[in-house]
């Protein structure tokens, strides 16, 4: 199977006024080429921090070692104006926060004109401050310039597609929407902005960060069926961030899960269900309710708190709250291996 990133060896700690926070530790994964990859884990664990690893958006505290290869080419040894051409089209991302990932002093439909200007090798416009002043299906666009309305003729015809894009992301009214500052929408439809605005690049690599967690139940549905057309129809890759189980196993061919800023298990999305191996994996899949279970067991909680990332345990990070816990997981850090095909996991118990 093609492979699409290659991320080697990569470590991220983040210097504080407290310490070196080691967010993230000899990190070793592959994303196939036309597959949706979910990463899970509790809030802290390293998602977000490996995702933004990937589309080099980390803050300026951050200590990045390790490789990361897009399409054969080491993304992290490029300078910012070679990588810049690769961020949007080729990588495009989904933030968890979509209120302060819109810019608030453009209109949407200004920043959905940009995304296609930049999807298209254009540079984008330099004067449109203002507003949408009408919406048409002709390849032409009226936009008010310092307070003068006019006429400006496009190349293509940008209006239909955007509002194509904002109703298949559940917006109704995409007229309206487009002529609103992002303080004018509600989180769950600044939300569907931002996935429209991705849909929009057709990037490579999408990675989405909890795109879900704004939604209602309904809307979450079709936005998982959106993503699942992205990768039908343009072959795309998706990095799925999210801490919920049940939304994993609705959408990701493979599953991703993270501890303490480590990949602790990786498997096809029904083997992890069927066939759990990290204890930590069976206690994430143990803590669901249930109605019924044949041990009569209805929820099972894992015991402790997540280790401290700016003094981590020794060993492997989880044997302070490990059931199983043997002499050497608290000596030995495990590695990630794969003990049946395409199922890898890091721990002493399976061999």
């Given amino acids: 199977m093609d492979t699409l990133v290659s991320v ?9 006024y407290r310490g070196l926070v080691k967010a993230l530790s000899e990190i070793h994964l592959e994303i196939p080429k036309g597959k949706i990859v979910a990463l899970v884990g509790e809030s802290g664990c390293g998602k977000s921090t490996l995702g933004l690893s990937i589309i080099r958006l980390l803050p300026p505290n951050a200590q990045v070692s390790g490789e990361i290869f897009f399409e054969g080419k080491d993304i992290l040894k490029m300078e910012e104006d070679e990588f810049s051409k690769i961020r949007g089209t080729g990588i495009s991302m989904i933030f968890q926060e979509p209120m302060s990932s819109l810019d608030p002093v453009y209109t949407v439909g200004k920043q959905l004109i940009e995304a296609l200007e930049v999807r298209e090798g254009r540079a984008p416009p330099k004067k449109a401050y203002g507003v949408f002043k009408t919406i048409t299906q002709k390849p032409s666009l009226i936009v008010r310039l310092f307070g003068a309305s006019v006429n400006v003729k496009r190349e293509y015809n940008y209006t239909q597609e955007i509002i194509d894009v904002l109703r298949r992301v559940q917006i109704s009214d995409p007229e309206r929407v487009l002529n609103k500052y992002p303080h ?5 439809m600044a939300q569907r902005v931002m996935i429209a605005q991705a849909l929009l690049e057709k990037p490579k690599l999408l990675i989405a960060d909890e795109p879900t967690s704004a939604l209602d139940v309904t809307s979450q549905a079709q936005v998982l069926e959106l993503m699942r057309s992205l990768r039908d129809e343009l072959g795309s890759s998706i990095i799925f961030i999210t801490h919920d189980l049940a939304v994993a196993a609705q959408i990701a061919d493979e599953i991703v899960v993270m501890y303490a800023g480590e990949i602790v298990e990786r498997a096809q999305t029904l083997e992890l269900f069927k066939n759990p191996l990290h204890p930590y994996t ?5 803590s669901f309710p249930r109605f019924y279970r044949e041990d009569g067991v209805i929820q099972e909680a894992i015991q402790g708190d997540v280790p401290n990332l700016l003094n981590p345990p020794s060993g492997c990070k989880f044997h302070p709250r490990c059931k199983y816990v043997m002499e050497v997981c608290k000596q030995k850090t495990p590695q990630l291996k794969e003990v049946k095909p395409h199922h890898e996991v890091s721990c002493f118990l399976s061999g």
């Avoid at 080697?8 to 504080?16: G, H, M």
């Avoid at 004018?184 to 769950?188: A, D, I, Q, Y």
């Avoid at 069976?282 to 143990?286: E, K, N, Y």
């Fill in 282 to 286: 069976r206690g994430l899949l143990g």
């Fill in 8 to 16: 080697k060896a990569l470590k991220v700690s983040y210097r504080t």
């Fill in 184 to 188: 004018e929408l509600s989180g769950g």
